[in-house]
């Protein structure tokens, strides 16, 4: 168990997202303001950490042929008790994620980390897992949805604070452009698409520059 | 790396196969059943407090909206709230909407005309048809109405949404179910 390497990989080198390219509908679908990015982050780092979990203890007890079949059992009743909490205890961030809550089920950062991880890995190390990988693909909805709503909305901290102070849900963000010269299409998902690409080409014209020079073939 | 695990360890049967997914399926449902009841009384809370704030949208009121009993045979007709002497709130939900059940309300005055309308959820299409929730603009077409709507299309007087003539049709039918419900009512 390599706590350092895990951190890493997960923030940087194996990004689930920008570097292995997982859960990218939820990356381009609600990443329209601070309070999305984050709800959503935070949403996937609690049901990954406990699929691991889980699915790491029960690692040597589940039959190889039914793998599949009970990590999504396990993946969706975790989705759903997540569901039911924000439904209950945060309601207007379920209103503003609406269907992709439920939709995490089939978000392949929580199936690729069970079977890639959870499935070989022992408890503590995969519930680290979850944590690094969700800090991950949180930092990345982060900067995903900060941008976007930069130039969408010409706010900042949308949901999250803003000069009225903090208010989640309805603090209105900080109006850093004009909303006069706010680009709509950055809040579409032309604007995801768009945004997105330009993301993961700077992580990885910054991840691959030190190595430029042993790597020839590009 | 899957392979040398399954190398390693024997094949379990069949039976294995059943009872460890129906275990792992029992023991998940008995989880999502607890947090269910646990949450169950909050959502239904929040559930009645944005009808209540769209309540206060569609035909503002202070005091109570009293739940007045519909007995008519319109099952569109999802219930009917008495707003003192102002007039009625009336929740419907047409299901000839593009995808799926609307549920709407529509405040119409003690003098019979719309006063506001309002969708709490609906599955039409994002972009196009969820306009009918989101658009004020849009919904302002139906306040002041006291006749059946229509769409224009149908030789109604309502622009319908751009691309969403469906949904447009559905709202129309929701107002007027609940005009006519109002009638029955008297």
Redesign the interface.
């Known amino acids: 168990m390599n706590v350092k390497k895990q951190f890493w990989e997960g923030l940087i080198t194996q990004n689930p997202v920008l570097v292995q390219l997982l859960g990218m509908c939820p990356m381009l679908a609600i990443t329209t303001s601070m309070f999305n990015g984050i709800g959503m982050g935070l949403a996937v780092l609690v049901i990954l950490t406990c699929c691991n979990v889980v699915i790491s203890l ?1 690692r040597k ?6 793998r599949i ?2 990590y999504v ?2 993946i ?2 975790f989705v ?2 997540v569901d ?2 924000i ?3 945060v ?1 207007a961030l379920s ?1 503003s994620l609406g269907l992709f809550i439920p939709l995490i089920v089939v978000n392949c950062i929580i199936l690729g980390r069970a ?1 890639g991880f959870a ?2 890995n022992s408890v503590p190390a995969a519930a680290l897992d979850g944590i690094f990988q969700g800090i991950g693909n949180m930092v990345a909805l982060i900067i995903m949805s900060v941008i976007r709503e930069l130039l969408g909305a010409g706010t900042f901290g949308g949901g999250v604070f803003g000069p009225e102070g903090f208010g989640f849900g309805t603090a209105a963000g900080f109006q850093v452009i004009p909303a006069n010269f706010a680009a709509l299409g950055m809040i579409l998902p032309v604007g995801g698409f768009l945004t997105l690409g330009f993301i993961i080409a700077g992580f990885q014209y910054i991840l691959n520059k030190p190595k430029k020079k042993e790597v020839a073939k590009g | 790396m899957s392979e040398k695990v399954t190398a390693t360890k024997k094949e379990p049967g069949m039976a294995m196969l059943i009872i460890v997914l129906t275990v792992i399926s029992i023991v998940m449902a008995l989880c999502l059943g607890f947090v269910n009841n646990a949450t169950a009384p909050a959502i239904a809370l929040n559930a009645q407090k944005s009808k209540e704030a769209a309540m206060q949208v569609v035909l503002p009121h202070e005091g109570t909206y009293d739940l007045v009993e519909y007995t008519g045979t319109d099952t569109a007709v999802a219930g009917v709230y008495q707003a003192g002497d102002e007039g009625y709130v009336v929740e419907t939900v047409p299901t000839s909407g593009f995808s799926g059940a609307i549920v709407m309300l529509t405040g119409i005055s003690a003098d019979g005309a719309v006063t506001g309308i309002a969708v709490i959820t609906h599955a039409e299409t994002s972009g196009l048809g969820s306009k009918a929730k989101t658009d004020s603009d849009w919904q302002a077409q139906f306040v002041g109405t006291t006749e059946p709507v229509s769409v224009t299309k149908d030789g109604g007087t309502i622009e319908s949404i751009t691309g969403s003539t469906i949904t447009s049709r559905a709202i129309c039918d929701g107002v007027n179910s609940a005009r006519a419900a109002l009638a029955e009512i008297g």
Do not use: F, Q, W
């Not at chain 1, 007890?61 to 039914?66: A, H, L, M, T």
């Open positions: 029960l007890v589940i039959p190889n042929k039914v079949a009970c059992v396990v969706a009743t759903t008790i039911l909490v439904k209950a205890y309601p209103s079977e499935a070989k």
